[in-house]
């Protein structure tokens, strides 16, 4: 059977255009938000308990930055424990999620900027599994990541997302999982358990990271290092804020935007997360 046969016999039980999925971004935060039963975990349960049951889900996770674009297309991805320094009970996690070969060609196929490469080497790592295994805890949908070249601008990624569009009529949620702000090295550790503590820069930047994607100008939001010194304190490096251009490049005109989990963390973090549709 071929990728594409097998792909449209996979999709086969929702038409095209009978619903359009939403698109997410999802702050993922501590890697101990995959276990602890927490305001952002439960958001990420009621989450999948609002929107249509997936026939998949790809994330493009900040924690897959490679040179080139790759797609997982194992069977079987395996569960990465991509961090040190956590208690056992993290480590000791699986989620046992199937991949989807099928659809990760088919993927491929979409995204005619890049030549693709089928990874059977990945799995999924903590940016996507510490969320998914909230939204679909019985681990029987399968998911596939997608990763972030990272010699590519963010004008590359955001235009490369939009060639993902066909998934979304064919059932699959797409789902960037990063954060808006992010600089370790100026977590105040000493407030990781004071309630929405952030920095003033951190506050100002994620308001105007919402006013921007509330009303579409997604310019500004692909050239962020003009938004000044906050901007250069909130992404020190790319790689978890890039997730959010792929979710906002997936951006249809009739998209509702809502954002959840809109909350800073130990000073120079954010969770803030956006639903698109």
């Known amino acids: 059977m071929t990728g594409l046969t097998a ?4 999709t086969a039980g929702l038409k095209e255009d009978e619903y359009l999925m939403p698109v997410l971004f999802v702050g993922h935060g501590s890697p101990m938000n995959g276990i602890e039963d927490n305001e952002f975990s439960r958001h990420w349960t ?4 609002e929107i249509p049951v997936p026939k998949a889900v790809l994330v493009v996770s900040a924690h897959w930055f490679s040179k080139g674009t790759k797609v997982t297309a194992m069977d079987f991805p395996q569960t990465i424990h991509d961090f040190g320094g956590f208690p056992q009970a993290l480590f000791d996690v699986q989620y046992p999620a199937p991949g989807n070969p099928a659809l990760a060609k088919e993927t491929a ?10 990874d059977h080497d990945w799995g999924l790592d903590h940016g996507t599994w510490t969320i998914v295994r909230h939204m679909y805890p019985e681990a029987n949908i399968p998911v596939l990541q997608l990763s972030i070249d990272y010699t590519k601008g963010p004008q590359y990624h955001f235009d490369l997302a939009k060639e993902l569009y066909a998934l979304r009529k064919k059932g699959v949620l797409i789902t960037g999982s990063g954060n808006m702000v992010h600089n370790l090295r100026m977590v105040a550790w000493d407030k990781l358990n004071q309630d929405a503590y952030g920095y003033d820069w951190a506050l100002q930047l994620n308001s105007k990271f919402k006013e ?12 962020y290092d003009r938004l000044g010194p906050e901007a250069r304190l909130a992404i020190p490096t790319p790689e978890h804020y890039l997730p959010l251009l792929y979710t906002l490049g997936l951006k249809k005109e009739k998209d509702e935007v809502s954002f959840f989990n809109d909350k800073a963390v130990a000073g120079s973090l954010t969770m803030t997360s956006v639903k698109l549709g």
Do not use: M, P, R, Y
């Open 7 to 10: 792909f449209n016999k996979f």
């Open 46 to 49: 009621k989450l999948a308990q």
């Open 109 to 118: 196929a979409l995204l005619h900027s890049a030549n693709v490469e089928l």
């Open 212 to 223: 921007l994607i509330s009303g579409g100008n997604f310019t500004d939001l692909i050239h």
